[in-house]
């Protein structure tokens, strides 16, 4: 495997980005994910559509002793993307490169990393969304035709050079395949969308990564803890590892679902996966403005925190369980977020508050 050494830093990493349960890889995930990574696609937990079709994909283009159509992988941080390239790379026999949309700002650094490939190897280019529009242009001449045009010179004087590339596998990953124009999307022999993982699929994943750890677990532990990890692999396997150190100094070794309760407690990650930031906003929305609605500048004064914060890091995973609603009107919450916080709704008047209408008297 190559990792391109022009990949950005982990300075610019967005707000949130150290939380337990943020789905970006922080700096020990990314030294221990090595490890956990499913070797191939019998190993690789859930996904069952995707896995299937791209089976048949590889197989096919092994069984014609061709390099693999290219593939486009999107979803959410932490579902698999990178894995699951690792793996595209390996079920074909192939080396892997790996690099990412905003290392390559100029045609010239995808023009370096193209000419530079072996024959069948898979590239791999995270963040694809996030290319700069000369080397997407590149890329699709590229995809199409094994080649592309070296530009030489300024102005008037400025030539191609074309360079024939050897055929090789693009997997594209981003976490929003609307983002990518058309003309991008459509030079991908197959498209795969990948969803947030079920609980029981993730217990497997914990179980899985307890085995290569060596933790012990049973399996209320492993539930408790993939209840926690909002549909997410790598943030079952950060909590996975934080218990495990709790169940080390304040018990025997062993996770439980009472020592994974209790670990998970002390990290402030309640029972449904929510943290300190998820609640503070719940529960300003309840407390303070009696469930909304209210405009995302108050909400996110009222918690003290950035109105981006509030809008990128908290809300999505709200949104997504149903606890928040975004409407023309303002941030509300639903009748689940009153039930888990524990809270009682006040009594709506007749024709009062539009809450009504959306949730009933
Ligand atoms: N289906 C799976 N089965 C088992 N483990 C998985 C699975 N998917 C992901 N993981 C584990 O979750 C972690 C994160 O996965 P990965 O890096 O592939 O995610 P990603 O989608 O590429 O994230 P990002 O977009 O942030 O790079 C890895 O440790 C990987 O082993």
Do not use: C
């Not at 609980?199 to 539930?223: C, M, N, Q, Y």
């Not at 007749?350 to 959306?358: R, V």
């Amino acid at each position: 495997m190559n990792w391109d050494d022009t990949a950005p830093s982990t300075e610019d990493a967005p707000a949130g980005a150290d939380r337990l349960v943020g789905p970006d890889a922080d700096g020990e995930d990314t030294a221990v994910e090595a490890a956990l990574r499913p070797k191939d696609l019998a190993e690789f937990v859930g996904q069952e559509r995707v896995r299937e079709q791209l089976d048949l994909v590889l197989r096919a283009a092994r069984a014609r002793g061709a390099t693999a159509d290219h593939v486009l992988l999107s979803g959410a941080p932490g579902l698999g993307k990178t894995t699951l390239s690792m793996i595209i790379a390996a079920e074909m026999g192939a080396p892997i490169r790996i690099t990412s949309g905003p290392a390559i700002q100029h045609a010239g650094d995808l023009a370096a990393i193209l000419s530079s490939l072996q024959e069948g190897e898979v590239l791999f280019l995270d963040e694809i969304h996030r290319m700069s529009r000369p080397a997407e242009e590149m890329l699709y001449m590229a995809m199409e035709d094994f080649r592309v045009d070296v530009i030489v010179g300024k102005g008037p004087g400025a030539t191609a050079i074309p360079l024939e590339l050897p055929p090789f596998t693009l997997v594209g990953a981003t976490t929003r395949a609307g983002l990518l124009p058309p003309p991008l999307r459509d030079r991908f022999g197959f498209t795969a969308h990948m969803e947030f993982y079920a609980p029981a699929e993730l217990e497997r994943v914990i179980h899985r990564s307890a085995g290569l750890l060596d933790v012990e677990i049973d399996a209320d532990g492993a539930a408790e803890i993939a209840g926690r990890s909002r549909g997410t692999p790598r943030i079952a396997n950060r909590l996975l590892r934080r218990v495990r150190d709790y169940a080390q100094v304040k018990a025997d070794g062993l996770i439980t679902r009472e020592i994974a309760s209790q670990a998970l407690g002390v990290y402030e990650v309640d029972a449904r996966g929510l943290d300190r930031l998820d609640r503070a906003v719940l529960t300003a929305l309840l407390k303070l403005f009696g469930g909304g609605p209210v405009g995302l500048s108050t909400l996110a004064v009222a918690v003290g925190e950035e109105r981006e914060t509030v809008e990128e890091v908290a809300e999505p995973f709200l949104v997504r369980e149903g606890l928040l609603a975004r409407t023309p009107r303002g941030r509300i919450a639903t009748p689940a977020a009153w039930a888990h916080l524990g809270l009682v709704p006040p009594q709506h008047q007749p024709g009062g508050s539009g809450q009504q209408g959306l949730f009933g008297p």
